[in-house]
């Protein structure tokens, strides 16, 4: 066997080992939310539910929150008025904390969606439901079907996705709810609009394991032995 593939065989084996012999450590965690409930009285969306995903996900320097558009139809799209008074999309925050405080980065969008994005604690209600402390308006259409945005979310120190993990406060009517999106444009008239939120709550994101600094080590250390051992074995 020629040493490049020997080693190769090597560092495959040794990789695998150190990975059951010691415990992995595991990337950030984070929470989903998938819109798939109409508030009571309202009616559902056209397209397949989930209609909307949200995920809040544990990341270096804050956590990055991720809207996709998965089930609205072309002609659905979720947006407020234009101004945040009556937004298309809402969230809570862990009370202990200030969401005045929090500075909202762009990441990525397929579409520039108007986005106005407002905080205050137990500042915004969404139609007959509870008051939320986070709000996205959209003046733009744009966020119709297969649509998606990311933004990174900071300002507050020990910031964690389960921190939007929360029920809005009370405030009469439906709820009270994690989340809720307006929903504009179903059939058969494009006035019809409708409220949403994630029926389940919210889902722990399952993390990924990224192997321990001891499974590294030991891994070099059987690598080294290896290539002593071959060596010793062709007289190298």
């Known amino acids: 066997m020629s ?11 040794g990789v695998a080992a150190a990975g059951l ?13 998938q819109f ?8 559902s969306p056209d397209g397949s539910s989930p209609w909307i995903d949200a995920s809040f996900q544990d990341a270096s320097g804050g956590v990055l929150l991720t809207v996709t558009n998965l089930g609205l139809t072309s002609t659905e799209f979720m947006q407020g008025n ?32 108007g986005t106005y994005i407002q905080t205050g604690e137990n500042a915004f209600k969404a139609d007959g439901d509870g008051k939320y402390d986070i709000v996205f308006d959209f003046s733009s259409h744009l966020f119709a079907g297969g649509a998606s945005f990311t933004y990174l979310i900071s300002g507050i120190s020990g910031l964690s ?3 939007f993990a929360y029920l809005s406060a009370p405030a009469g009517g439906s709820g009270p709810f994690y989340a809720a999106a307006h ?25 990924l ?3 321990s600094p ?9 690598l080294f032995g290896a290539l002593r051992w071959w060596r010793s074995k062709n007289k190298i």
């Open 36 to 43: 798939d409930t109409p508030f009571p009285s309202d009616p």
């Open 21 to 33: 012999l010691v415990p992995a450590k595991t990337n950030a965690s984070g929470i989903l939310y």
């Open 209 to 211: 394991p990224e192997p």
């Open 214 to 222: 001891t499974a590294l080590i030991a891994t070099s250390f059987g």
């Open 82 to 113: 234009g101004s945040g008074a009556n937004g298309g999309l809402f969230f809570n925050l862990n009370p202990i904390d200030d969401p005045t405080s929090l500075t909202f980065t762009l990441v990525s969008q397929t579409a520039s969606f």
């Open 183 to 207: 929903v504009m444009g179903l059939s058969p008239a494009a006035s019809n609009s409708t409220w949403i939120e994630p029926g389940s709550g919210p889902m722990q994101l399952m993390p």
């Open 161 to 163: 996705a389960n921190d």
């Open 3 to 13: 040493l490049s593939k020997f080693v190769s065989s090597i560092v495959a084996c």
